[in-house]
Each structure stands twice: as structure tokens, then as C-alpha cells.
């Protein structure tokens, strides 16, 4: 894992950051290209998910104890991005609810509520928008 904090512990570093310019610092420190690249599959309107978020047992371990992190998952989600050209023709809906589902189960109990909201396309993070994802990185491609 490239950062030592989770990307819900950034997404709440964010929130309660109290200014614009705080809000950006925290984006640019925590931001990695692995959270951006989390942050394009949520916010990108032509990012689309073959599948819905099956239902799932949250993890019980503790922060940083858990099986799997968003951080080493994110380069695995076109696995579940519609047409993506990666992704195998052998995945069936089923198999990729399966793979989902043992990811849901593996991460923290945050990380993996992150990663639903992802698919659901709604982070639940008051200012975080496209806006200020582009301000603090101006080659992000978002429309």
C-alpha cells in the first residue's frame, strides 16, 4: 500500500477540513494516483459498472489489521467497469458479483462502504465535486 491511511480516513480528512484551500491541501497530500484513479471512476459520468454491489458481511478487524485495502484494489476495479477493454470475456456477472463480494468482505468496514458508494457513483462527501478534484490536479480528466 502506498499511503498508510485509508481512503476513507482521507475522504474524512477532507470533510473535516474547515477551509477550500484546507480541503485542496488534503487532496494533494493524500492523493495518490491510485485515489485518483478511485476519484475518476466515481466521478466520470462515462464510468459504468456492469454490476450492482452485492450484499455483504462487513469486516470486523480494526483499521489497518484487515485482509485488503482499497488502495491495492483500485487497479482491479475495471474488472466490474462495462467494456472495459482489459477485462476478460470469461467474467461472467456472476463471477465478478462473487470477486466483488469477497473484496466487500475483505476490506475495512469503511473502505468497503466507499467502495459501494463508488459504484453507486455518490462518495457522500459534502464539496468534494469535480470542481475542486480538477483544482487540484488540472490534468484530471473529467469533463
Known amino acids: 500500500m502506498s499511503s498508510e491511511i485509508?481512503?476513507?480516513?482521507?475522504?474524512?480528512?477532507?470533510?473535516?477540513?474547515?477551509?477550500?484551500?484546507?480541503?485542496?491541501?488534503?487532496?494533494?497530500?493524500?492523493?495518490?494516483?491510485?485515489?485518483?484513479?478511485?476519484?475518476?471512476?466515481?466521478?466520470?459520468?462515462?464510468?459504468?459498472?456492469?454490476?450492482?454491489?452485492p450484499p455483504y458481511r462487513p469486516a470486523i478487524e480494526p483499521a489497518g489489521l484487515n485482509f485488503t485495502y482499497l488502495d491495492s484494489e483500485v487497479n482491479k476495479l475495471y474488472r466490474f467497469i462495462t467494456n472495459h477493454p482489459k477485462k476478460s470475456p470469461d467474467l461472467t456477472p456472476k463471477k465478478q458479483i462473487s470477486l466483488l463480494a469477497v473484496i466487500l468482505e475483505s476490506l475495512h468496514a469503511h473502505e468497503a462502504e466507499l467502495l459501494v458508494r463508488m459504484f453507486q457513483k455518490d462518495l457522500q462527501t459534502p464539496f468534494l465535486t469535480t470542481t475542486i478534484i480538477k483544482e487540484a490536479w488540472p490534468d484530471f480528466p473529467l469533463p
Open 6 to 53: 485509508l481512503y476513507s480516513e482521507i475522504l474524512k480528512k477532507f470533510d473535516e477540513a474547515p477551509t477550500r484551500a484546507e480541503k485542496l491541501a488534503v487532496l494533494k497530500k493524500e492523493g495518490d494516483a491510485r485515489f485518483r484513479d478511485f476519484l475518476f471512476y466515481a466521478f466520470h459520468p462515462d464510468i459504468k459498472f456492469d454490476i450492482e454491489p
